[in-house]
């Protein structure tokens, strides 16, 4: 869907959700971008209701556009990130007033060093086990 003229273009394979969790702590990193009318945009997050009932796996946010003072002749690149603390979240859903809403899985980071990050969507090996809790890890030489 096309943008209107003082807003920017959004594409839902510009974002993504990944879930760290360090110290009991997970934290949801959300980074994104968009296709500009010149340089200079300033993109934001912003939390916005979810909606009459509550929805503790989807965490609900819109982007502020501020447009730079001089409108540009060419398209630009312009990035958005935000940093949200969530226990429980599993999908990112960003609302906009002109086109529907974009939804972005939340991918959990493997507990042994961060890296392959997957889909916290897809389900558990084993039934009520905890995401991440599939595979032991070392502490000290030894497994636990």
Do not use: K
């Amino acid at each position: 869907m096309t943008a209107l003229p003082t807003q920017c273009e959004y594409s839902p394979d510009d974002f993504d959700a990944t879930a760290i969790t360090s110290g009991g702590i997970r934290v949801i990193q959300v980074t994104g971008a968009a296709t500009t009318r010149g340089a200079g945009w300033r993109l934001d997050f912003a939390p916005v209701n979810c909606g009459v009932v509550p929805a503790p796996d989807r965490v609900c946010l819109t982007i502020r556009e501020t447009p730079p003072r001089r409108a540009g002749r060419y398209r630009a690149q312009a990035s958005i990130e935000a940093m949200i603390e969530d226990a429980h979240a599993t999908e990112i859903v960003i609302h906009f007033g002109w086109r529907p809403p974009i939804r972005v899985a939340v991918r959990e980071t493997s507990p042994q060093n961060g890296v392959g990050a997957r889909s916290s969507r897809e389900p558990t090996r084993a039934t009520g086990a905890r995401i991440g809790a599939e595979r032991p890890f070392a502490t000290a030489g030894r497994m636990v």
